[in-house]
């Protein structure tokens, strides 16, 4: 049957309007698909590449070498070691719990271990590393690496680690670095070093680590690499370098160092040995010390434990940080200020029956039947102590306060070393803030003779003995300038003090040591080129109560160690020409004349010798027990090792 002509262009007039329709969806479909072409490749294209070169290319952090410490010989005292670890980055690993499972089956993990990993994975962003093992074998590297493929997010690496070669030796002046801690990432305002966020990286905890640790760390480099789609590091494609850390030279000596420490062992203790002329601190030991080592990757809890609960205190740096009561160290300042005021002639005797009477109060000497008549020098010498409560009397507390600040007594001294305290040096003002209340003579006479409000670090005590050798305002120094002392480098000024004040309290010093009647006779050094001249002080830690007195005070061997006096000595050698000071502080060790001045005694002549003396250094007396202690000591010491200073090179 044939289609009559209206149905024809009726048909025809809806197939037009389909062929209409249908080719403007097509139009726009292609004209959508071609403008979202056009975004990809021309007005996003970049964005785009960034994505995909994201994906092919990674961008990691290359730590700097951290920078070397060297003693002043140029012995290395800190250093970088090259080690290997296993690392995890949970953006890459995708199904983390698989390739822990893996990683637990090759390395041999524990499952408190593999927790730990899920812990630090939780805590940190996806892209950050952290560490599944440290320190790990040749053959579990191969390991690894054989399994790289089954692995995604594991990367094996070569680091640096601190490593401290002297072990306790230097632990507290060059200190120890640590892993970062939450703290450390808040200390600074702004956002930290992306360095501080890398895996088990170190951060200097204490002394010179701690506050040269900007200097020390150097600044990061970056690598720029290409991984294949399973995160496998195909090729590199730039490397922009760190930079190292600056390496540091210190004033200390590793020689002198070892024996110290080791001439020290047994004791709670401080030493220190400064060159007079400059302040270099030649050796500076703090007993007992321990291994720095331990504390790189991290201390046990056991082991932090001992230390800190000691009543030895090893994790304090006693040189710096301890504050004692000088005792009869103080007592040459007091000279000296009544030589300079005029208030005292040098010859002007004092009778000691052994104490004195002041508003009421007995003051005793620590000799109970006196030393009877005594000038400055014999009052030196015997450390008498009813002298200088004369001469307190007649310079007042002002007097005494003026010359220990002269001497650098109560004060802090621009050293890169932890926690130093100030001591005290008490005034009249001192007092009334601290206390409210006014100045009395009882404390001006217990000021004379160390105690009381007085307090000083062994560092303190060490200058004051280095001014009073050389006259000059010498202040200690650790870390020397680079490239070594300047010629023109200025030497200390001059403290105004008269030469003749001087060469009576020096000449006081050396009889300690060197007359029969010497508080530290005992200890003298045999050799007259060599002699020292020094100071004994024995500073109470408990008040001796008047019953006590009475009833007979017991002698230090029948007390508790804690309620013993501390023993201090302080010298200079050799006496006509001052090289070194030495100061020694013996923790409840009794008297200065027998627990500080016979170690005194040793350093001073290791130091002057360069090594383990001869023994007609010592009185011809003491030989033949000399003789076995110096074959001890030479056992325990490092031997000179001869090292040839090497250049210490700077960033």
Not at 128 to 133: E, I, L
Not at 503 to 510: C, P
Request: glycine share 10%; with cysteine; proline share 6%.
């Amino acid at each position: 049957m044939r289609r009559s002509e209206r149905d024809l262009a009726r048909a025809a007039r809806v197939t037009t309007r389909r062929s209409l329709l249908l080719g403007g969806v097509m139009t726009s479909v292609v004209g959508v698909l071609g403008f979202r072409m056009w975004q990809l490749g021309v007005r996003d294209a970049e964005e785009y590449y960034l994505l995909a070169e994201e994906n092919r290319i990674n961008l990691r952090l290359v730590r700097p070498d951290r920078g070397r410490i060297f003693d002043r010989s140029g012995k290395i005292v800190a250093d970088n070691e090259h080690t290997y670890r296993i690392t995890l980055v949970k953006e890459e690993a995708r199904d983390v719990d698989g390739v822990l499972a893996k990683l637990q089956r090759l390395l041999g993990l524990t499952g408190e271990v593999i927790d730990r990993i899920r812990e630090q994975l939780d805590r940190v962003r996806g892209f950050v590393p952290v560490t599944v093992k440290d320190r790990v074998t040749w053959e579990e590297l191969s390991i690894i690496a054989l399994n790289t493929p089954a692995l995604p997010g594991v990367h094996p690496e070569m680091v640096l680690s601190r490593v401290y070669p002297f072990g306790p030796d230097f632990a507290h002046q060059v200190g120890y670095v640590g892993p970062v801690s939450d703290s450390d990432l808040t200390a600074n305002d702004g956002e930290p070093d992306p360095l501080l966020r890398s895996p088990d990286y170190q951060i200097g905890k204490t002394a010179l680590e701690r506050i040269h640790e900007r200097a020390l760390r150097g600044e990061p480099g970056a690598q720029r690499v290409e991984v294949n789609a399973g995160g496998r590091t195909m090729r590199e494609l730039a490397l922009d370098p760190p930079t190292p850390g600056s390496d540091m030279q210190i004033t200390l000596d590793h020689h002198l160092q070892n024996f110290m420490r080791v001439r020290l062992e047994g004791q709670s203790a401080a030493a220190i040995v400064m060159d007079v002329t400059n302040g270099d601190l030649l050796g500076c030991t703090s007993a007992p010390a321990f291994d720095p080592n331990l504390f790189v990757r991290g201390i046990s809890r056991k082991d932090y434990s001992g230390l800190r609960d000691s009543e030895f205190r090893p994790l304090a740096d006693k040189t710096v940080q301890g504050a004692y009561p000088p005792g009869s160290t103080i007592k040459m300042a007091n000279a000296l200020a009544a030589l300079e005021s005029g208030v005292m002639d040098p010859a002007e005797t004092v009778t000691c029956n052994g104490y004195v009477e002041i508003s009421g109060r007995r003051f005793h000497c620590w000799k109970s039947g006196g030393h009877g008549r005594v000038d400055m020098v014999g009052a030196l010498r015997q450390s008498c102590d009813v002298y200088f409560y004369e001469v307190a009397q007649r310079i007042g507390i002002d007097g005494i306060f003026a010359m220990n600040d002269r001497l650098g007594l109560g004060q802090k001294y621009d050293l890169p070393l932890s926690g130093m305290v100030h001591g005290n040096n008490p005034s009249r003002a001192w007092k009334q803030e601290r206390y409210g209340q006014d100045w009395l003579i009882g404390d001006t006479i217990n000021a004379s003779i160390g105690q009381g409000f007085t307090l000083t670090s062994p560092i303190q005590l060490a200058t004051m003995t280095a001014r009073l050798a050389s006259g000059t305002a010498v202040l200690p120094r650790l870390v020397r300038p680079p490239g070594g002392a300047s010629p023109g480098e200025p030497a200390p000024v001059s403290l105004g003090l008269s030469a003749e004040a001087l060469a009576i309290v020096r000449q006081g010093m050396f009889e300690v040591s060197n007359h029969e009647r010497g508080t530290a006779y005992g200890s003298r050094i045999a050799d007259v080129t060599k002699a020292m001249a020094g100071k004994t002080g024995t500073s109470q830690v408990f008040s001796i109560t008047a019953a006590e007195r009475a009833a007979g005070v017991r002698s230090q061997d029948e007390l508790p160690w804690n309620r013993r006096d501390h023993g201090l000595f302080v010298a200079f050698a050799p006496f006509d020409a001052p090289r070194y000071a030495v100061t020694v502080v013996v923790e409840h060790g009794g008297g200065g004349s027998t627990a500080a001045a016979p170690i005194a005694r040793d350093i001073m002549l290791f130091a002057q010798h360069g090594g383990l003396p001869p023994e007609d250094a010592y009185p011809t007396a003491q030989r033949a027990r000399i003789r076995e202690d110096l074959a001890q000591l030479s056992e325990r010491i490092l031997p000179p090792d001869g090292v040839t200073p090497i250049t210490v090179s700077r960033t």
